[in-house]
């Protein structure tokens, strides 16, 4: 992307913004965009009236504390494999995390995929390996695909864990509670891939809050908000996509499809925001002997927040990371507090390391 078209951009949005003549607030769903808006620059180059706010889009972030909890005690079994990506392994649960517990003599193995799990399963018969499928729409279809693999194959030794969650319920939540104002959505240009531009037409049409998909180049980033702009200009609400590249109306059907075979929607327990109805994803009773929580009696417990820390605030957009007193004291990345301190995509990190 060349300067002057950033500059055209820049200036659009700077001309509109002013005629607004009020502070506007709007959510980046997605911690990619967290992520992107810092490093990229684009943040900087806004008009002081426009603020952008992180959402709860950082899959370890919203992943409940009793959640890390029961992985945690689920390591520690004799003969059991705990699979995970990298993020997760260092998020702190309530009596220490993966990490602490690996140390300890837990087996638990960092994965780059979901069949990296499979295949030690497949490998190594007289263990058991246990998946920690956490994500949104954009993670959950390659863990669909495993189970049916699973399936086929036969294995009694591979399980998930899962704590997949969808993310139009999550921004139907936030809108509903009234606590925070939102002025629009710069909605996440992965998980609209999978499911669609359409699927933010409830957003758009039972909260009138507009919505404009993009991805996470400096230009759409931009051309995204530029949109969101307009629109809240001209008193328009409607769904926008500028990320047409990638994302269809309808999403990628064969993903869906995957997503319909092995799961079902069922409520979700998220990170400081309780229990949501109809935002996660189970597996259905034709695969429910992959289910680690049932295979090995777990059940998640209470979430425990530790003393002090914004992390349930900043994901809901309710506080920025610089409004915690721990932030860059106590809580920083190589000793974090919180998960949004420990995630790539954790608004917290993206601060420390772009915003200090």
Request: with cysteine.
């Amino acid at each position: 992307m060349n300067r002057e078209a950033v500059d055209q951009l820049v200036a659009g949005i700077s001309e509109t913004a002013a005629l607004l003549k009020r502070s506007i607030k709007i959510m980046e769903v997605c911690g990619t965009h967290t992520v992107s808006l810092f490093r990229s620059g684009v943040k900087s180059l806004l008009p002081q009236n426009v603020e952008m706010l992180s959402g709860p889009g950082c899959p370890v972030c919203v992943t409940s504390q009793g959640y890390i909890d029961a992985a945690c005690d689920l390591a520690v079994r004799e003969g059991v494999v705990v699979c995970t990506y990298g993020d997760m392994v260092r998020v702190p649960g309530k009596g220490g995390s993966l990490e602490s517990r690996r140390a300890r003599g837990a087996n638990v193995q960092v994965v780059y995929s979901v069949r990296d799990a499979l295949k030690m399963a497949s490998d190594n018969p007289k263990r058991k390996y246990v998946f920690l499928a956490i994500g949104f729409e954009t993670t959950a279809p390659a863990t669909a695909a495993a189970v049916m693999e699973a399936d086929r194959l036969g294995l009694k030794n591979f399980f998930v864990m899962t704590a997949h969650k969808l993310v139009v319920p999550a921004m139907e939540l936030l809108l509903a509670a009234g606590e925070v104002p939102i002025d629009g959505f710069l909605c996440p240009g992965h998980v609209s891939v999978v499911i669609g531009a359409d699927a933010y037409l409830p957003v758009v049409e039972r909260y009138h809050k507009p919505c404009v998909v993009a991805g996470f180049e400096p230009r759409t980033m931009l051309e995204g908000i530029a949109c969101l702009l307009h629109q809240i200009a001209a008193g328009e609400c409607k769904l926008e996509n500028v990320y047409s590249v990638a994302v269809e109306g309808q999403g990628n059907t064969i993903a869906r499809r995957l997503l319909q075979e092995v799961f079902v929607t069922a409520p979700a327990r998220w990170r400081a925001m309780g229990e949501l109805p109809a935002s996660g994803q189970v597996l259905a009773d034709k695969y429910a002997r992959f289910d680690a929580l049932n295979h090995f009696g777990l059940s998640i417990e209470a979430d425990y927040d530790p003393p002090g820390c914004l992390c349930g605030d900043v994901i809901q957009g309710k506080s920025h990371p610089d409004q915690c007193h721990h932030f860059g004291r106590r809580c920083t990345p190589m000793r974090p507090i919180g998960p949004c301190m420990v995630s790539s995509e954790g608004t917290c990190a993206a601060w420390y390391k772009y915003n200090r």
